[in-house]
Nanobody, 123 residues
Framework: QVQLVESGGGLVQAGGSLRLSCAASGGTFSSYAMGWFRQAPGKEREFVAAISWGGGSTNYANSVKGRFTIRRDNAKNMVYLQMDSLKLEDTAVYYC????????????????WGKGTLVTVSS
């Protein structure tokens, strides 16, 4: 079973950038598809981005496409979410997640979850 720990959240001004990191342990990292989800106050959790086992395939929510980039480093058991051109509506708790299957979307979420890191975008 894989354990996930996010880091890199914080306060950033609108238009700015932030990079989230997720460290994985306890499993064979390269056998998991990885993803990022977020949950804003008062809203349901939503899919943000996913990346396949080797990193060759990625998918993004329409709301972040062109602004966010997901990538992974299998040698370091890490996955990252680079967030650029941040908007107020990007404010949320961001969760790293892992799944044994890579899909274009994850309406029911993934198998394993981190505890989340808060991103706050201010005006």
């Amino acid at each position: 079973q894989v354990q996930l720990v996010e880091s890199g959240g914080g306060l950033v001004q609108a238009g700015g950038s932030l990079r989230l990191s997720c460290a994985a342990s306890g499993g064979t990292f390269s056998s998991y598809a990885m993803g990022w989800f977020r949950q804003a106050p008062g809203k349901e959790r939503e899919f943000v981005a996913a990346i396949s086992w080797g990193g060759g395939s990625t998918n993004y929510a329409n709301s972040v496409k062109g602004r966010f980039t997901i990538r992974r480093d299998n040698a370091k058991n890490m996955v990252y979410l680079q967030m650029d051109s941040l908007k107020l509506e990007d404010t949320a708790v961001y969760y790293c997640a892992a799944d044994q299957v890579y899909r274009r979307d994850y309406p029911r979420g993934m198998d394993y979850w981190g505890k989340g890191t808060l991103v706050t975008v201010s005006s």
